[in-house]
């Protein structure tokens, strides 16, 4: 079975600012990684996944995270927030291998960028 | 532009009434996911169908609740009777078989009084 932490549950920073979310996960076996973006009353969205070759990954709105196998982290990065990156962020784990593709998510960091 | 579509949005009812939440996925998707959504518990995977087969519903309080795909459009989420503590938004989520992407629909809000 697995799990996922995210570790901070709201990240309040500056627009402009940088910010990185936190996710750490625990798996016996080996895993995909996920992180989805739900903005106010609606859906989760996905925001960008490693699956396999480069440990980095980014999304089309610049964010970027990096999977680091040994420390089984999957921290989300962006260098320069803007107010409609407002949202919340889930990170979420499933086993390569599996066929089912479920997911596991972790409790989700509310990211609020101030003007 | 090809989305999961969920009905009702929000729903308000009395303890004891059945709710029926409804999901279209997204065409030619054969894997169905339920989730549902509270403060306390976050997101958690209620059941999931694979070409209209229940594969595992074991997060789903067996009591009351009932997940069914009477055709490979639709998916349906029943609650009976209902109580307060079902109170939560439930998202349905659809993909591919072969793809590990979930798509996700925008939710039914749902307070039971």
């Known amino acids: 079975a697995q799990s996922v932490t995210q570790l901070d549950s709201q990240v309040p920073v500056f627009e402009e600012a940088p910010v990185e979310l936190r996710c750490n996960y625990s798996?016996?076996?080996?895993?995909?990684l996920f992180w989805y973006v739900q903005y106010p009353n609606q859906g989760l969205q996905l925001l960008l996944k490693?699956?396999?070759?480069?440990?980095l990954v980014e999304s089309i709105n610049g964010f970027e995270a990096e999977f680091n196998k040994s420390q089984t982290s999957f921290h989300l990065r962006k260098p320069s927030v803007h107010i409609s990156d407002t949202a919340e962020y889930f990170c979420?784990?499933?086993?390569?291998?599996?066929?089912?593709?479920?997911?596991?998510f972790g409790k989700g960091t509310k990211l609020s960028v101030i003007p | 532009d090809a989305r999961v579509t969920q009905t009702p949005r929000h729903k308000v009812t009395e303890m004891g009434q059945e709710v029926t939440m409804r999901c279209q996925p997204i065409?030619?998707?054969?894997?169905v996911f339920w989730y549902r959504q509270t403060m306390m518990q976050g997101l958690e995977l209620l059941a999931y169908?694979?070409?209209?087969?229940?594969?595992?519903d074991s997060g789903m309080p067996k009591d009351r609740f009932s997940a069914e795909m009477p055709d490979a459009t639709l998916a349906t989420l029943k609650i009976q009777p209902s109580e307060p503590r079902d109170s939560a938004v439930y998202f349905c989520?659809?993909?591919?078989?072969?793809?590990?992407?979930?798509?996700f629909g925008p939710g039914t809000r749902l307070l039971v009084l």
């Open positions: 169908f694979r070409n209209r087969a229940p594969l595992d």
């Open positions: 490693y699956l396999s070759g480069s440990t």
């Open positions: 065409l030619g998707h054969n894997t």
């Open positions: 798996s016996s076996v080996s895993v995909y």
């Open positions: 979420a784990v499933s086993e390569t291998g599996a066929g089912s593709y479920q997911l596991t």
């Open positions: 989520a659809s993909s591919d078989r072969d793809q590990e992407t979930q798509y």
